[in-house]
């Protein structure tokens, strides 16, 4: 979050946190709380609003599709009209038309199963190419005056510059941002050569440390990389902003929200 902030990049905390975790001095401006949907979980959030009065959330679910979703969505509008309001995920104009308009949320989260440590399209069949997500959702998310982040898919600046240029507003990262030293996870050596840990959020080892194990309903959709160590995060993101901006010259884009035109 510090080094984020010195860029003007907006941090997720994620929602495993407890309420003491947090300390009080946070910019609001650059980082985002984030929920699940259930009671404990409201719970949780009200008294972190309560605390740390942020300008952000994320409701950040595997599967968007389901009206309990869209429920906590337009409950946490009507208690909360000021905060902004970011909510997925989901892969298809419809849902994002539906949040929009029915939840009245801000920015709409869209991707599914395209993340580095998601294994969703192998176990389920279910996703769409990130690109085409881009394209369609933004699009609507334009004639309603709404925003979309494209979550998953990037592994090089490049494919930040594709999801920009295919019309998503935001682009969140999750395996681009690990691997450093800011990173959460303890720095392992093998063989003469440093790795983080990374893993999905419906891995069966996440499963295991942060909700009790994993119900035996289910499979494991997420993945446990070893991420070769990277160093600090300030490296990366100089060379993604450098890619960034080499890829405005070549189009004659002189802002992100003219890549799309240009």
Known sequence: YTVCKDYKIITCLHKHYEIDDFPDDLDPNYYTLTTGISDNDR??????????????????????????????????????????????????????????????????????????????????????????????????????DGHIISDGGCKLPGDIAKAYGAGAHFVMLGGMMSGHDES?????????????????????????KHNGGMAKYRSSEGKVKRIPYKGAVSNSLDDILGGLRSCGTYMGAKRLKDFPKC
């Open 184 to 208: 959460g996870g303890e720095i392992i050596e093998e063989n003469g050569k440093k790795y983080k840990m990374f893993y999905g959020m419906s891995s069966e080892y996440a499963q295991n």
């Open 43 to 144: 719970v949780k959030l009200d008294a972190l609003i309560a605390k740390l009065n942020p300008y952000f959330v994320v409701v950040d679910i595997a599967n968007g599709y389901s009206q309990k979703f869209v429920d906590f969505c337009s409950n946490l509008r009507r208690d909360y009209p000021d905060l902004t309001i970011i909510a997925g995920n989901v892969a298809t104009s419809d849902m994002v038309q539906e949040l929009l308009i029915s939840s009245k949320v801000d920015i709409v989260k869209c991707g599914i199963g395209g993340g580095s440590v998601c294994s969703t399209r192998l176990k389920t069949g279910v996703g769409i190419p990130q690109l085409s997500v881009c394209n369609e959702c933004s699009e609507v998310a334009n004639g309603l």
